[in-house]
């Protein structure tokens, strides 16, 4: 198995299509914490300043050597629940688009300061797997902003 799962929260979903994405980029072990938003502002202000809850926080490992994990994704069971009611798709499809984002953040990709290519590995991915362009969609329009 390459994801370490703590699921703190009652959010059902399958396990094995998370592992197939994760799969299709890395060989590495990855820690999935399934986490309440209240644990989410406060990782959030933490790591990043901002006191509010998030969607997904990614943990890569500093300085990792073969053999090591990845890093840890930290995805907030509410934003899954309310985002797959809000662009009209299942609990399952919400979590794998924040898991693909957290992992490409997890190698190293940066939507913030790159020239797209996160954007381009995200889209690629929700068609190879099948998965709604919202995530896509929504992020272009936030950063239009």
Do not use: W
């Not at 990614?58 to 994704?73: H, K, R, T, V, Y």
């Not at 985002?83 to 190293?108: A, C, R």
């Not at 797209?116 to 590995?121: D, H, Q, T, V, W």
């Amino acid at each position: 198995m390459l994801i370490d799962l703590e699921n703190q929260t009652s959010l059902p979903f399958e396990l094995e299509i998370l592992e197939k994405i994760a799969a299709s980029l890395t060989a590495r072990q990855i820690e999935l914490i399934i986490t309440d938003n209240k644990t989410m502002q406060s990782l959030n202000q933490i790591h990043r300043g901002k006191d509010a809850p998030t969607d997904v926080l990614s943990f890569p490992l500093e300085n990792a050597f073969a053999g090591m994990p990845l890093g840890s994704i930290v995805i907030s069971e509410e934003f899954v629940k309310d985002k797959s009611k809000l662009y009209g798709h299942t609990i399952q499809d919400e979590l794998n688009l924040l898991f693909i984002h957290g992992l490409l953040h997890l190698l190293g990709f940066d939507h913030e300061c790159d020239q797209g290519e996160m954007r381009a590995k995200e889209k690629e991915l929700i068609e190879v797997f099948g998965l709604p362009p919202s995530l896509i969609v929504r992020t272009d329009a936030q950063e239009a902003k």
